[in-house]
Nanobody, 119 residues
Framework: QVQLVESGGGLVQPGGSVRLSCAASGITISTYHMHWYRRPPGKQRELVASITADGSTTYADSVKGRFTISRDNLKSSVYLQMNSLNAEDTAVYYC?????????????WGQGTQVTVSS
């Protein structure tokens, strides 16, 4: 059974930092592209950051220079370091694993972790 379990969310003050973790089980994440999405209150889910199987990273414009995605395949984990947080970063953050092969695709979502930026 595949599981993605996020952790590290919580309440953080504006300007603060938090590190999210996503622990995967049941899959070999080294073969997966890994992503962090978020769903702000009352808004649609949006892609925040991605890291490919070979380690290339991309970011949403709104988080460039503030967030860093990384992976540790030996620990089957993906991380999102978030700095200089502001109220607009308040959201439920989700980990997403994706792999495409031939005409097929395998993908999995975590349950999400809440990040609230407030004083």
């Amino acid at each position: 059974q595949v599981q993605l379990v996020e952790s590290g969310g919580g309440l953080v003050q504006p300007g603060g930092s938090v590190r999210l973790s996503c622990a995967a089980s049941g899959i070999t994440i080294s073969t997966y592209h890994m992503h962090w999405y978020r769903r702000p209150p009352g808004k649609q889910r949006e892609l925040v950051a991605s890291i490919t199987a070979d380690g290339s990273t991309t970011y949403a414009d709104s988080v460039k220079g503030r967030f860093t995605i990384s992976r540790d395949n030996l620990k089957s984990s993906v991380y999102l370091q978030m700095n200089s947080l502001n109220a607009e970063d308040t959201a439920v953050y989700y980990c997403y694993a994706e792999k495409r092969y031939g005409l097929g695709r395998a993908d999995y979502w975590g349950q999400g972790t809440q990040v609230t930026v407030s004083s």
